[in-house]
């Protein structure tokens, strides 16, 4: 058995001969970025040795220099002894996700949709009922269940057609009907189609009634408090999905619960993250734990399995078939969700294995389906997704877009939380003019929305083509080679970040943005072209997923990631995820229409065997497109920028590569 | 503390002074019967003192050769040292109740009623389906949930609007599914307005489907086993109900019922009988536990709350109301009922504190709610029930008719079981003629149809007059006065007996059954009176009550408990409740009559109350009425008797007391 310390936590683990730092850490209970699930191919997982010896396979991701100084990845990296091993903050989990207030505060009405149409009715899925009962009679006296129903439909729940109430409430009833003068109140909770009397409390506890909506991100989970008399959402919390120790993507998470054990072990650590936000949540608030009566999750597939601990071990496999599309309504407690003891926990509902109920919460919020006119969602998660659709008919592709926006794959790559490059302004030969960083630190790396401005500017000031190749010549000498043998530039030099080296964008780097904008416009593309429309068809693009947020269009247009049509059609959604579920917790009626208008009415195109996707997707391999025409603002702003001879290297627009 | 041991079992129990003999042998495991649950007002408790002494309250039961012979009423005598006592057989509660294997096979199909009309639809509220789902293929990977789901309804559960499945179903499905070739069976419970799939198991069990069927009496428990696939019934079972320890009747049981704790003691005894039959059943059909998937209890609305542990203490004060008319469908398990882990329990609804799930079901099981012909439903249970009504209405009462069928307030009162004189033909001057005893043993004591046979022979041989009074003249020197005062009749001198005591009918207990059968007789002029008809108006005039079966017709009109109506009305039901519960169990429709039609159209005549049973009652307190008249085929028997010159005394029938 070998001593493991990890810097600078300070946790200490014995572990046997053979065991990875990657493990080593996890067993410490040090959170480690790893993309892959620790096969050695992301290279995310970089740690200092700082004393003792180790044995390292070897790999591609670490320069000589990175060695020599002791950097290693955790998860093919063993020791030989006692050794200390520093983890440097661009390889941690933790941390706070960006949250923004605005996807809080959004709609002034929480039951209203973006795009406009009827809202839905303000009627959530738990409701506290105040009853003044009063005491039976002669004439009177029908039994206390009886009498509690029927009280119930009188006080406006007539709506409820199957009202059901578990023995548990039913044996204290009649005692405590009695020693509270007939006034109680009732907590109602929807269960699919039926209403369960959830649990009765003396007096008038009616405006203490609160629920949790989850967004169950595979990156990011995030949290917000609703009070269900008012609809307000009184807090929000994030946090990075615990999970991501097992492996960041989904397809490693599938892989891993393979067992039982080990699925048990995946929905601990979603329950964990999802049990610390609502903690924050009503430290936040300053209400009870009791108070907190329903919780809504909308998440992928994979990721509402893993919370409910059903197996989704079929998801991954040919024919990609879930455990549950419709999954039911719990006790929260059945699966470890900590809020009242006899709350309830629901999900919305998935469509397939890939088109889970995060796509479509953002659908519902979007408001697509309330008009006639075309509209297409597009979904900037860890995975993108995207769907078409209208009143009538709704259509949905998974862009195989890979986490580049997440800062996977990406050298410099990092999520969206401290220290991540998010915006910058270039001038001349790739010079930095302005940045911004979140939190306002020195930068540790780049995040999506960083790696789409960086790749904008590289290309609008000329240093590079159109295919993403550099053009060193343009680079002010900022280009070099990596050990690697990538053609690589520096952005920032290492004494100006936060984590001692270069932040730096490769070539394979800016192929992988454009691997990954590509297939997001192609599968837009091929959405529209399966019903005979095109861009200008459409009314509205809605943009979903936290980061969107934080994108602008001009820029993602500019790259050819976004259609070049009107700002004006655009719309940003936000966390359309979390607003969802929200949505459908306050509105049993929004829960209904998702499940029977928007995962009744979609159809998924797969386009893994789209003819048009393989056939045209190598057209989208450029920086926007091989045919430029269709980005007449790009080719616009050029001509401005060229006649207005504001910044030099303008002509680059137009270079092509070597 | 005391060692007090019980003969002839040989329990002994060490007990603190001041406990009574009737606390002692409940601790030691003896059951004893006792009436008015150890206030010293029955009697019923006897016990003999064999070695040791006792002191003992003073009491209005036991003779001066009783207290000689160390006779002691066990709930008011306490041990002043160690002692050892005997408890007669008289006193022991236990043995087997009688058993119509008559009730099992009563009816052809089980969903038929006796009164005819359309029989119910055959819909079990369990149900196997075997499926034999196939794969899912690309064109078809609905989720392994909706695969089942759909393949169920194509199976013909297609009238099933609201299907769940519960995590610890959906959680193993997808690895079951595929290691079983995609065949299974599931298993579907109906609760109340939903149906839940409640266990899916691999290859197909559908042949292995059973249920039981509850009719939980306040004095016996009895269980019926039905194959869910013939509807047959393979096994019945019957036991006292242990809750007898504790009191013998329902007000004696809602006193101790006070506290949760002991809500929870009598629960568990009455589930400790339920679990005991089916033992019994399981054993005698043959089958597993585990096939075992659903219980439907019918009982009086006390005993259903016991079983289910809901808190009856307001049942017994005014206004008198239930914890719950409807009461949820439970896993059986929940309750303690031990059947398959994931089975189902549910009970018949009640309409009031005092019109039970036992009542509705004698009157499902006689069908007089499918005509418009006005019939009449007497329930000879523990209480009296009537109910009167056609399709269209229903009106029930409750007769305060006092346990004197169960052989309560009868100085030689005892239950249908081994000992029971059940039937007798008396001659001259009160001689027995013919006899017959429940076991073909010795007479211990005398059971409801005992007492109905004696009372009546009595009346007929001239050793009583219409009102109950022995005429001494008359009765062969059988007749003398009890040390109490009471004069009685000796009808088995002591060692012609079990008991080894004689088996007397006294003046009191000859009254005693007069309110009985009166009230019985009242309670239904009042509801013919209430709606304007009498007797001759009735089509049907259903016997209900396990105690019916050895009702003679003649017997119980001659002694004025039923009208003097054609023989060919009467129909005997038997245990309407076990046969109810059956019925609703293997029919839905059924049971949504039992809850819609029956309950619903049931309404309540209160008797304390009502002022032509207050006026009236005391014309009832004749053998069998003080209007004879009433009786004509009475007359036309007792003109017969005298003019065939049969019997010496005939002249008795029209003698007054003196």
Redesign the interface.
Known sequence: MYSVTFLPDGATVEVAEGTSLLDAAAAAGVSIVNVCGGDGVCGKCRVIVKSGKVTAEPNMFLSRVDIQQGVALACTTYPDGDVVVEVPPESRIGGVPRLTSEDAIRYGRVTDQVGGGKPFRYCPLSRKQFLELGP???D????????VFRELRRAGCADV??M????SI??????LL?EHDWQVTALLGWR???TEVVDIEPGDTSRANYGVAVDLGTTTVVAHLVDFRTSDTLATEAKYNSQAKIGEDVIARLMYAST?VRRNELRELMVGDVNELISGLILDAGIKLHDVTYVMCAGNTTMTHLL????P??IRL???????????V?RAA??GVSINPRGLLAALP?V??YVGGDVLADVLVSGMTQTEDVSLLIDLGTNGELVLGNSDWLMCASASAGPAFEGGGISCGMRATTGALERIALGEGGRVDEYEVVGGVKPLGICGSGLIDVVGELLRVGCIDRTGNLIGDCCDGRVRTSEAGDREIVIFAAEETGAGRDIVISEADISNLIHTKGSIYMAAECLLDEVGLTFIDLANVYVAGGFGNYLKIDRAIGIGLLPDIPHEKFRFIGNGSVQGAKMAMLSEQAMTYVRERIAGAMTALELSTHHKYMNEYSSCLFLPHTDIERFPSVIARQAEGASAGEKKGDGSWLCESP
């Open positions: 039976p009679s002669a009177d006296n029908t039994s206390d269940q009886e009498r057609p199957i059901q109430m578990g023995l039913l044996r204290p009833l009649p005692a009695r699919n189609d039926t039982p409910l601990g059903l197996d071990s079929q040919d024919p990609y078939v879930p455990a549950a599309a419709l999954p039911p719990v059945e699966v998935s397939s294995s």
